[in-house]
């Protein structure tokens, strides 16, 4: 069976790592298409939290720990990388409404048995030391969570797929899906190109409608075109800051975490407004100062400077939930906002369904279910 995967983000290439490994079934031959370089797209650019942190839906929090658990298990198979942080995660509350939330979010969780628990500033002081939290405020441990700098993840996965047959073919966008009747057949390339295949996976996160709509198959995500789209946000990196931060610190007005090279990774959910495609330059560069100067209360003695402002596209499917499944004979699409956690247990899923067993973890998230708005 000829599978060809568009897209080598997170999602794409955990998913031809799996391919390349399959437990059973029949032999694939898998090819794998990306416009740029694995992981250069929004996978390398956003915050990458690995959570379950959300008790609202208790189905998809249950979806979400399983691909946490995942995650430890894949990283154990690459002997502990540098691009899998199991770090957990401090969060605090400083006003009584914020207060009462967390205290309710905290017990909700541990009810659903995920590791969740109140903390004294004490024990925060030891988790992260060079952090300042309010005297007063109430702080919460999430002992389970991690975060993962995911150009690296996607591009270690890409590369075993690679060494385990699978074709890489790199700096060529697919442009359309090809088609024979109701039946995808493969894609075109940007540089003329046609690639065939029995079996073609959409996994080209914010790309996939276009490339969808190629064929006349539509996916309900929220448009990043729009004005005042949230599916951009924005991801600011520091210069070196060695151990200014452990793990993840989700404190008011600010997301942050080690970075890659050393620094520091933060976002800021009120500091995205506006930024969406004609967000100038200069809007960018001040988000980004903003965002050190939050990140300058976080950590007192932070002495690092911005190295980079990027603006993520998050592929956001209109109700939050993932979007998998067949959509045309010949045609599987895997789009998630939630790639960063989700990847490892979605490629072990969809591997089962396209060797013709079908999951029931997944029938929820089918893209053509109801529109819950009508």
Same mark, same amino acid.
Request: aromatic share 4%; charged share 20%.
């Given at each position: ?10 999602i ?6 799996r ?56 990283a ?21 409404g ?41 702080i ?12 690296? +993840?996607? !591009?270690a @996965?890409?590369? &075993? /797929? #690679?060494?385990?047959?699978?074709? *890489? ?5 697919a $442009? =359309? ?109 001040? +988000?980004? !100062?903003? @965002?050190?100067? &939050? /990140? #300058?209360?976080?950590v007192?003695? *932070?002495t690092?400077?911005?190295?980079? $402002? =990027?603006?993520c ?42 060797a ?13 279910r ?5």
């Amino acid at each position: 069976m000829r599978v060809l995967v568009v897209g080598a983000g997170i999602i794409g290439a955990a998913l031809a790592d799996r391919l390349t490994r399959p437990a059973s079934g029949a032999p694939v031959r898998v090819t794998v298409v990306e416009a740029e370089a694995p992981g250069a797209g929004t996978s390398g650019t956003s915050y990458a939290w690995i959570n379950a942190n959300d008790p609202a839906d208790p189905a998809y929090h249950r979806f979400r720990t399983a691909a946490m658990s995942a995650w430890r298990d894949l990283a154990a198979g690459f002997g502990d990388p540098a691009w899998y942080r199991p770090s957990g995660n401090v969060t605090w509350a400083a006003d009584d409404g914020a207060r009462e939330r967390l205290a309710g979010r905290v017990a909700r969780l541990s009810g659903l048995g995920y590791a969740a628990d109140l903390i004294t500033s004490d024990r925060f002081r030891r988790l992260e030391p060079h952090a300042a939290a309010p005297p007063d405020a109430l702080i919460a441990h999430y002992p389970g969570e991690a975060h993962l700098h995911g150009g690296p +993840a996607a !591009r270690a @996965l890409a590369l &075993r /797929a #690679r060494d385990s047959g699978a074709e *890489l073919v790199t700096g060529r966008r697919a $442009v =359309r899906l090809n088609t024979g009747g109701d039946r995808v057949t493969g894609v075109r390339l940007d540089d003329g190109r046609d690639l065939d295949a029995d079996l073609t996976v959409c996994a080209a996160g914010r790309h996939s409608p276009a490339l969808l709509a190629t064929a006349g198959v539509g996916l309900p995500v929220v448009d990043p075109s729009e004005p005042g789209s949230a599916a951009p946000c924005l991801v600011a990196t520091t210069s070196p800051a060695q151990g200014a931060l452990n793990g993840l610190v989700h404190a008011p007005g600010l997301s942050a975490r080690p970075a890659e090279n050393g620094g520091l990774v933060l976002e800021a959910d009120d500091l995205d407004a506006g930024i969406d495609e004609s967000a100038s330059p200069a809007l960018i560069q001040e +988000a980004g !100062r903003e @965002l050190l100067a &939050r /990140a #300058r209360a976080l950590v007192p003695a *932070l002495t690092a400077e911005v190295a980079e $402002v =990027r603006r993520c596209v998050r592929p956001l499917p209109v109700d939050g939930y993932p979007l998998i499944g067949f959509q045309r004979p010949g045609l599987y699409t895997a789009v998630t906002h939630s790639g960063i956690t989700l990847a490892p247990h979605l490629a072990a899923l969809v591997a089962e369904e396209i060797a013709g067993r079908p999951s029931p973890e997944l029938a929820p998230y089918r893209p053509d279910r109801p529109d819950p708005a009508l």
